[in-house]
């Protein structure tokens, strides 16, 4: 080997060893880089739980918004309460009719006849069976809102009655004549049979049923909330009667809430200038920020006022509802956004990823 290849040589080795000792280096300074960080993890989770808390806090713009979406719910809760935007029994019964003015008239008349469970007059063999003009919405599972597909329907097609504590009666021209034959499973059992041998006859039962439903909806009485006749039909009989808290003010309360909250929520998109995905995420947190505030706010103060004046009549299950879904929805949106920013922050940290 001449003196020039054992110079090329030891430079190449001398380079090697070079590179080695720099990787060597980097090695050890990335090694006590992430042992300093693990470290101080539990520092780091708390910076960044506190800049999480900052980015995601409201502004002057969100406040705005927030006493908007209050204002909005506050004035549903009252300017609605339960007992208006109703119709009388009459007005109930000729907006189903309007609505079936272009049906045949041979189904027009099978289907608006009225249904044995409004029955309500006795005949010489019953004497009392407690059901009167304000009683028998509640009195009737044909009327209660879940139970009445099922046991209205098998009235209508066996010309029965069934009360919420499932006695059973025969009804003939509106008139209840006497207990029906073997009660309610005599009832039962004749529907069933009736549907096997007429399959015609189920569907147009179901179809008056759903008739029946509609005409009963939007009126003073109401349909009553679903299985609370059955369990305490006192309870049921004081929300419907007394405080006018029936399917009708509950879901009008619900459709309202959520329609202010869904007009926030679009109103506060407009005020977006994120570009990334992860801005977004944090933006959308301050709009359901500002949702579960103000329903917050609002079911509270409905709350208060109720149990200050006892007017049952002004409380918002409807508003309630919703508010109790939004706090478990947007909570649980809250936490996943706030775990993907610090663990994620985190874990960019340890890689060192500066992107």
Same mark, same amino acid.
């Given at each position: 080997?001449? %003196?020039?290849?054992?110079?090329n040589?030891k430079n ?12 060597? *280096?980097?090695g050890?300074? *990335? ?8 470290k ?6 708390e910076?960044?739980?506190?800049q ?5 806090g409201?502004?002057?713009i ?26 009388d029994?009459?007005?109930g019964?000729?907006l189903v009719?309007?609505a079936l ?12 006849? !009225?249904?044995p469970?409004d ?7 019953i004497s009392?069976t $407690?059901?009167?003009g ?5 009195r009737t599972? !044909?009327?209660?809102?879940?139970? !009445?597909?099922?046991f ?6 066996t010309?029965?009655l069934t009360k919420?504590?499932f006695?059973t009666?025969?009804v003939?021209?509106m008139q209840?004549?006497?207990?029906y034959p ?5 009832m ?7 549907s ?5 006859l189920?569907?147009?039962s179901v179809v008056?049923?759903?008739i029946?439903?509609g005409s009963?909806?939007?009126t003073?009485q109401g349909?009553?909330v679903p299985?609370i006749?059955?369990?305490n039909?006192?309870?049921? $009989? ?10 009708w003010?509950i879901?009008?309360g619900m459709?309202l809430a ?5 007009l926030i929520?679009?109103i506060?998109k ?5 570009k990334?995905? %992860?801005?977004?995420?944090l933006? *959308?947190?301050?709009t359901?920020?500002?949702?579960n505030?103000?329903?917050?706010i609002?079911t509270?103060?409905?709350?208060a006022?109720v149990?200050?004046?006892r ?6 299950? $409807? $508003?309630m509802a919703?508010?109790?879904y939004?706090l478990?929805?947007n ?16 874990r ?7 992107v």
């Open positions: 080997m001449n %003196s020039e290849e054992f110079r040589r190449k080795i001398v380079d090697n060893l070079n590179d080695t000792i720099d990787s060597l *280096e980097k050890y300074q *990335e090694t006590g880089r992430v042992q300093n960080i693990v101080n993890t539990p520092k780091i989770l910076d960044l739980d506190e999480f808390c900052k980015k995601t409201l502004t002057k969100d406040a705005t918004l927030l006493f908007l979406a209050l204002g909005l719910q506050i004035a549903r809760q009252y300017l609605l309460s339960n007992e208006k935007g109703r119709l029994s009459y007005q019964d000729k009719d309007s003015s272009l049906a045949p008239p041979d189904w027009k008349e099978v289907l608006t006849q !009225g249904v469970y029955a309500i007059k006795t005949g010489s063999h009392d $407690g059901i009167g304000t009683t028998h919405r509640y599972l !044909g009327h209660d809102p879940i139970f !009445g597909w099922i209205g329907t098998a009235n209508i097609m010309n029965s919420t504590n006695e009666y025969q003939k021209d209840i004549v006497r207990h073997l009660g309610i499973a005599g039962f059992n004749n529907a069933v049979s009736y096997m041998n007429d399959p015609k189920l569907a147009v008056r049923q759903a029946h439903f009963d909806y939007f003073t349909l009553p299985i006749s059955t369990v039909n006192e309870l049921a $009989g004081k929300m419907l009667s007394e405080w006018h808290i029936d399917m003010s879901t009008r459709t959520t329609f202010i909250n869904q929520t679009i506060h407009l005020f977006y200038n994120g990334s995905e %992860s801005d977004r995420k933006y *959308e947190v301050r359901r920020k500002i949702i505030y103000s329903n917050l609002a509270s103060s409905n709350i006022v149990a200050i004046t007017d049952f009549r002004k409380l918002d299950i $409807g $508003g919703v508010t109790i939004n478990i929805t909570a649980k949106f809250i936490r996943e956004v706030k775990e993907e920013f610090i663990f994620g922050s985190y960019d940290m340890i890689m060192n990823d500066n």
